[in-house]
């Protein structure tokens, strides 16, 4: 269990508790992530905190999506005290602080179905072929207004576009935002605008990707939080928009030596900068790409961003500048070859990064282990390719909707495994259910496309 008395959990909890005591934290949110990656959160007095170290907090999981039935709904929660941080917008009277926490059986056992249990076993598995699996996610929103009584609106709060400086409102919830997050532990890199009216992207510190993973999902409730004090609404909707870019999460990786910390994909003799281990990587991702799409991109709505003309990936291929492509090899900075990484650019922010991860890094030690041959680069537009340049190509495309996916993962065994039983069960049932309903629902576009003419 991770709570096992060692001498740094022991000097983290000295340190947390007296924290807790110098910043007069009144109450802590012990926080997990449900199958579909939203944040779930037992509130606890600050006293009550010590207790909740040394033997956990039960809670009942039988509500808790994808988590338990409930004849086996009684599990417990134990704080991961190096996620610990005080919630800067909860100063006050009412100080509130957050912990990140693993969920356990009451025998003992990692929950199987804990996304974060589900990551771990992953980054297990490259811990035990020696390499540890560092990650940067670049997550892009929108900023949109809010109504009269406080509902969110379709109306993007400024007209900027991509790199622009601008002096409106927006520039200056993206400081906010970043001081935010800094307050609360995540290092920020950059923020600007994107391409998009109203689409903005805050990028934080490439790392081991357990941390990269609870940063993501601390990053998306603290953006939410911070655009509501100045009456926006931030989105991680894939695409709220037709006709203009959705909002994706690009996400580099690469692979470190445990013994020396060398990053493993860098060989600066390669055209690429890419060593074979990371070339081999990059075709697992692409081999297992149209079956862990449903986890990528978890959305009915993920599949109108993924389409041709929107610097949106369709095509399972690789490159370097041709960002149509669905991994892409950034630029190597001179004088920096351990800088050489991987982008993969079909995952989208409303994914559960627990399971996104935990399903990049399996996929591609399976090419690692397997020794699956990278297919040729291809430099070209993609998008202006016919069936009979992308089969000459011997190009794929991702799936074109949430059902096409979900089949893609049924088939798909690695991935399945990845997931394991319960969590695979219980999130292939909940898209099922969320792609009938879409398929059911009578839109818009149907009542304005039919209704008078039919």
Known sequence: MASSRTPDRDALKRDVLARVEKEGVRFVNLQFTDVIGLVKSVTIPAHQLEDAIEHGKWFDGSSIEGFARIAESDMFLDPDLSTFAVIPWERGPDTTAKVICDVYTPEGEPFPGDPRHVLRRALKEAEDMGYIFNTGPELEFFLLRL?????VSLSPHDEGGY??????LAAQVRKEMVNALEAIGITVETSHHEVATGQHEIDFQYDEALKTADNAVTFRYTLKAVARKFGLHCTFMPKPFYGINGSGMHTHMSLAEIATGRNVFADPNDEYGLSDIAKRFAAGVLAHARGMSAILAPLVNSYKRLVPGYEAPVYVSWARVNRSALIRVPKISKGKPQSARIELRCPDP???PYLAFAAMLRAGLDGVRRNIPVPAPVEENLYEFDAAM???????????SLREALDELE??????????????E??????????DEYRMRVSNWEIERYLEIF
């Open 163 to 168: 790199f622009d400086l601008s002096t409106d």
């Open 411 to 424: 088939r798909d065994d690695l991935v399945r495994d990845t997931l394991g039983p319960h969590v695979y």
């Open 426 to 435: 219980r999130f292939h049932e909940a898209k099922r259910l969320e792609w």
């Open 147 to 151: 109504g009269p009584n406080d509902e």
């Open 390 to 400: 992308l089969a000459r190509h011997n190009v794929q495309t991702l799936p074109g």
């Open 350 to 352: 409303s994914c559960n």
